[in-house]
Protein backbone atom coordinates (compact mmCIF):
# COMPACT_ATOMS: atom_id res chain seq x y z
CA UNK A 1 0.00 0.00 0.00
CA UNK A 2 1.41 2.98 -1.20
CA UNK A 3 1.73 6.08 1.78
CA UNK A 4 0.46 9.90 1.28
CA UNK A 5 2.54 11.49 -1.07
CA UNK A 6 3.38 15.03 -1.51
CA UNK A 7 4.38 17.52 -4.52
CA UNK A 8 6.96 19.18 -4.83
CA UNK A 9 9.22 18.18 -2.38
CA UNK A 10 10.76 21.67 -2.47
CA UNK A 11 9.30 24.78 -3.89
CA UNK A 12 11.47 28.47 -3.84
CA UNK A 13 9.72 31.47 -5.12
CA UNK A 14 9.71 34.98 -4.73
CA UNK A 15 7.54 36.84 -2.53
CA UNK A 16 4.13 37.23 -4.34
CA UNK A 17 3.67 34.54 -6.68
CA UNK A 18 1.74 32.09 -6.26
CA UNK A 19 2.01 28.02 -5.02
CA UNK A 20 0.33 24.96 -5.36
CA UNK A 21 0.54 22.15 -3.08
CA UNK A 22 -0.46 18.68 -4.17
CA UNK A 23 -1.31 15.71 -1.18
CA UNK A 24 -2.35 12.58 -2.32
CA UNK A 25 -3.45 10.47 0.81
CA UNK A 26 -3.28 6.64 0.81
CA UNK A 27 -6.22 5.16 -1.15
CA UNK A 28 -9.38 4.60 0.58
CA UNK A 29 -8.66 7.58 3.37
CA UNK A 30 -11.67 9.68 3.63
CA UNK A 31 -9.75 11.76 6.25
CA UNK A 32 -7.17 14.25 4.71
CA UNK A 33 -5.32 17.12 6.75
CA UNK A 34 -2.78 19.64 6.46
CA UNK A 35 -0.29 20.96 8.70
CA UNK A 36 2.60 23.29 8.46
CA UNK A 37 5.62 24.01 10.78
CA UNK A 38 7.49 27.45 10.25
CA UNK A 39 11.01 28.40 11.49
CA UNK A 40 11.76 27.47 15.04
CA UNK A 41 7.43 26.60 15.69
CA UNK A 42 5.54 23.46 16.68
CA UNK A 43 3.59 21.44 14.10
CA UNK A 44 0.70 23.08 13.39
CA UNK A 45 -3.23 22.09 12.30
CA UNK A 46 -4.54 23.79 9.17
CA UNK A 47 -7.09 22.26 7.95
CA UNK A 48 -9.40 18.59 7.46
CA UNK A 49 -11.34 17.18 4.64
CA UNK A 50 -13.58 14.41 5.00
CA UNK A 51 -13.99 13.29 1.38
CA UNK A 52 -14.31 16.59 -0.57
CA UNK A 53 -16.07 18.72 2.38
CA UNK A 54 -13.99 20.58 4.63
CA UNK A 55 -14.74 19.59 8.19
CA UNK A 56 -12.52 22.06 9.67
CA UNK A 57 -10.35 24.62 8.50
CA UNK A 58 -9.40 26.98 11.57
CA UNK A 59 -5.94 26.48 11.48
CA UNK A 60 -6.12 27.98 8.19
CA UNK A 61 -3.95 31.20 8.88
CA UNK A 62 -5.97 33.47 6.34
CA UNK A 63 -7.60 34.06 3.11
CA UNK A 64 -4.14 33.62 0.92
CA UNK A 65 -4.34 29.98 1.73
CA UNK A 66 -6.81 28.28 -0.77
CA UNK A 67 -7.44 24.39 0.11
CA UNK A 68 -9.39 22.11 -2.20
CA UNK A 69 -10.04 18.66 -3.10
CA UNK A 70 -12.22 18.21 -5.52
CA UNK A 71 -13.43 14.59 -6.09
CA UNK A 72 -12.20 13.75 -2.28
CA UNK A 73 -9.00 11.91 -3.73
CA UNK A 74 -5.86 14.45 -3.75
CA UNK A 75 -5.91 17.74 -2.56
CA UNK A 76 -4.02 20.69 -3.52
CA UNK A 77 -3.19 23.97 -1.14
CA UNK A 78 -2.49 26.78 -3.06
CA UNK A 79 -0.62 30.12 -1.57
CA UNK A 80 -1.57 33.23 -3.11
CA UNK A 81 0.37 35.68 -2.97
CA UNK A 82 2.84 33.99 -0.54
CA UNK A 83 4.46 36.32 1.68
CA UNK A 84 7.90 35.54 3.47
CA UNK A 85 6.02 33.60 6.64
CA UNK A 86 4.65 31.23 4.61
CA UNK A 87 8.12 29.55 4.69
CA UNK A 88 8.23 26.19 5.86
CA UNK A 89 6.97 22.63 5.62
CA UNK A 90 3.91 21.91 4.74
CA UNK A 91 2.81 18.18 5.66
CA UNK A 92 -0.73 16.26 4.55
CA UNK A 93 -1.61 13.51 6.50
CA UNK A 94 -4.91 10.94 6.16
CA UNK A 95 -6.42 8.20 7.58
CA UNK A 96 -9.37 5.82 7.79
CA UNK A 97 -13.12 6.42 8.19
CA UNK A 98 -13.16 6.92 12.45
CA UNK A 99 -12.14 10.53 13.07
CA UNK A 100 -9.45 9.22 16.05
CA UNK A 101 -7.62 6.90 13.72
CA UNK A 102 -4.02 7.17 13.43
CA UNK A 103 -2.73 9.71 10.90
CA UNK A 104 -0.43 9.09 8.62
CA UNK A 105 1.69 11.53 7.36
CA UNK A 106 3.86 12.16 3.88
CA UNK A 107 7.47 13.64 3.30
CA UNK A 108 6.13 17.06 3.26
CA UNK A 109 6.76 20.27 0.86
CA UNK A 110 9.63 22.49 1.93
CA UNK A 111 8.28 25.76 1.21
CA UNK A 112 11.05 28.82 0.73
CA UNK A 113 9.67 32.27 -0.03
CA UNK A 114 12.36 34.67 -1.06
CA UNK B 1 3.52 25.89 28.00
CA UNK B 2 1.90 24.05 25.07
CA UNK B 3 -0.28 21.48 24.47
CA UNK B 4 2.16 18.21 23.61
CA UNK B 5 5.01 19.44 25.55
CA UNK B 6 7.88 17.27 24.99
CA UNK B 7 10.60 16.94 28.27
CA UNK B 8 13.77 16.91 27.68
CA UNK B 9 14.24 19.32 24.32
CA UNK B 10 17.23 17.27 23.60
CA UNK B 11 19.04 14.11 24.83
CA UNK B 12 22.23 12.55 24.24
CA UNK B 13 22.98 8.42 25.36
CA UNK B 14 25.18 6.05 23.96
CA UNK B 15 24.34 3.22 21.92
CA UNK B 16 22.69 0.32 23.60
CA UNK B 17 21.24 2.62 26.42
CA UNK B 18 17.70 2.91 27.25
CA UNK B 19 16.24 6.59 26.40
CA UNK B 20 13.17 8.44 27.73
CA UNK B 21 10.97 11.21 26.56
CA UNK B 22 7.59 12.58 28.47
CA UNK B 23 4.95 14.74 26.87
CA UNK B 24 2.69 17.11 28.92
CA UNK B 25 -0.30 18.31 27.32
CA UNK B 26 -3.83 20.41 28.92
CA UNK B 27 -6.96 19.37 27.47
CA UNK B 28 -8.82 16.25 27.96
CA UNK B 29 -7.81 14.03 25.11
CA UNK B 30 -9.29 11.04 22.44
CA UNK B 31 -5.20 10.15 21.88
CA UNK B 32 -2.22 10.76 22.19
CA UNK B 33 0.45 9.57 18.86
CA UNK B 34 3.97 9.41 18.85
CA UNK B 35 5.79 10.47 15.51
CA UNK B 36 9.72 10.68 15.07
CA UNK B 37 11.26 12.37 12.11
CA UNK B 38 14.62 11.64 10.63
CA UNK B 39 16.56 15.12 9.78
CA UNK B 40 14.64 16.37 6.71
CA UNK B 41 12.07 13.52 6.58
CA UNK B 42 8.84 13.08 7.15
CA UNK B 43 6.72 12.11 10.23
CA UNK B 44 6.59 8.56 10.46
CA UNK B 45 3.87 6.76 12.65
CA UNK B 46 5.44 5.47 16.36
CA UNK B 47 2.51 4.22 18.09
CA UNK B 48 -1.26 5.65 19.20
CA UNK B 49 -2.61 4.80 22.38
CA UNK B 50 -5.88 5.85 23.12
CA UNK B 51 -7.21 7.94 26.71
CA UNK B 52 -8.77 3.91 28.11
CA UNK B 53 -5.37 2.75 27.97
CA UNK B 54 -2.41 2.46 29.79
CA UNK B 55 0.59 1.21 28.04
CA UNK B 56 1.23 0.27 25.02
CA UNK B 57 4.66 -1.65 23.34
CA UNK B 58 5.47 -2.32 19.86
CA UNK B 59 8.93 -3.88 19.44
CA UNK B 60 11.53 -1.60 21.48
CA UNK B 61 9.29 1.05 22.12
CA UNK B 62 7.03 1.42 25.39
CA UNK B 63 4.46 4.50 25.77
CA UNK B 64 2.74 4.82 28.65
CA UNK B 65 -0.05 7.40 29.66
CA UNK B 66 -1.85 8.66 32.45
CA UNK B 67 -4.74 10.92 31.77
CA UNK B 68 -4.83 11.97 35.37
CA UNK B 69 -1.43 13.64 35.51
CA UNK B 70 -2.08 14.49 31.40
CA UNK B 71 1.40 12.87 30.63
CA UNK B 72 2.88 10.41 28.39
CA UNK B 73 5.95 9.03 28.24
CA UNK B 74 7.71 7.22 25.34
CA UNK B 75 10.99 4.81 25.96
CA UNK B 76 13.01 3.53 23.66
CA UNK B 77 14.95 0.45 24.47
CA UNK B 78 18.16 -0.95 23.52
CA UNK B 79 18.73 2.22 21.40
CA UNK B 80 20.50 2.13 18.02
CA UNK B 81 22.09 4.78 16.25
CA UNK B 82 18.93 4.39 13.67
CA UNK B 83 16.94 5.91 16.56
CA UNK B 84 18.63 9.37 16.17
CA UNK B 85 15.76 12.01 15.68
CA UNK B 86 13.26 14.14 16.67
CA UNK B 87 10.38 12.64 18.35
CA UNK B 88 6.96 14.52 18.33
CA UNK B 89 3.66 13.38 20.45
CA UNK B 90 0.54 15.10 19.40
CA UNK B 91 -2.47 14.73 21.48
CA UNK B 92 -5.97 14.98 19.20
CA UNK B 93 -8.54 16.30 21.91
CA UNK B 94 -12.04 15.23 23.28
CA UNK B 95 -14.84 17.48 21.55
CA UNK B 96 -12.36 18.77 18.57
CA UNK B 97 -14.21 17.84 15.51
CA UNK B 98 -12.33 15.43 13.12
CA UNK B 99 -9.18 14.65 15.09
CA UNK B 100 -7.12 17.26 14.75
CA UNK B 101 -3.53 17.04 16.27
CA UNK B 102 -1.80 19.43 18.56
CA UNK B 103 2.17 18.96 18.39
CA UNK B 104 4.45 19.55 21.25
CA UNK B 105 8.28 21.29 20.33
CA UNK B 106 9.75 17.43 20.41
CA UNK B 107 12.70 15.65 21.64
CA UNK B 108 15.27 15.69 19.31
CA UNK B 109 17.36 12.34 20.36
CA UNK B 110 21.29 11.58 19.98
CA UNK B 111 22.32 8.16 19.77
CA UNK B 112 26.10 7.88 19.64
CA UNK B 113 27.82 4.69 18.26
Known amino acids: EAGVTQFPSHSVIEKGQTVTLRCDPI?????LYWYRRVMGKEIKFLLH????????ESGMPNNRFLAERTGGTYSTLKVQPAELEDSGVYFC????????????FGPGTRLTVL | SQQGEEDPQALSIQEGENATMNCSYK?????LQWYRQNSGRGLVHLIL?????REKHSGRLRVTLDTSKKSSSLLITASRAADTASYFC?????????????FGGGTRVLVKP
Open chain 1, 93 to 104: ASSRDTSTDTQY
Open chain 1, 27 to 31: SGHDN
Open chain 1, 49 to 56: FVKESKQD
Open chain 2, 27 to 31: TSINN
Open chain 2, 49 to 53: IRSNE
Open chain 2, 90 to 102: ATGAIGAAGNKLT
